[in-house]
């Protein structure tokens, strides 16, 4: 409890301070729980900028400002059916490659290993 990561953001002019999880090396960032103040839901912050400390002892540690976007699953799983229609001769490599390509140039960075059990699960693309 003396060191963790946490997110801060600001919602109708207060500044919210949310710890974070993690699993290994993986920090988990839950729209859900980031975004319920006193048990209740709340739509969105003020801004999508979001600043990320690491909090060691009585130290507070910047480590970055970025943009917190969680898009809309259904409008992803209609874009990326676009790409595997138009990729459905090439191999399931290649699919994932360019949906890789696809997701990091239009919505950031992506763990791999999520995208891989993400297209497994809605679009039944696994490789082992």
Not at 37 to 62: E, R, S, V, W
């Amino acid at each position: 409890n003396e060191s963790f990561f946490f997110l801060k953001y600001t919602y109708k002019g207060e500044s919210i301070n949310k710890k974070l999880d993690h699993i290994g090396d993986t920090l988990i960032i839950d729209k859900k729980t980031l975004f319920t103040i006193d048990g209740k839901q709340i739509p969105c912050p003020d801004n999508t900028n979001i600043a990320l400390f690491y909090k060691k002892g009585a130290d507070y540690i910047l480590i970055n400002n970025f943009d917190l976007i969680f898009p809309d699953a259904q409008q992803i799983r209609k874009e990326i059916q676009v790409i595997l229609d138009e990729y459905k001769d090439k191999s399931i490599n290649d699919k994932k490659s360019e949906i890789t390509y696809y997701i990091n140039e239009f919505y950031g960075k992506i763990d791999k290993e999520n995208l891989e059990t993400w297209l497994g699960n809605n679009f039944g693309l696994k490789t082992k």
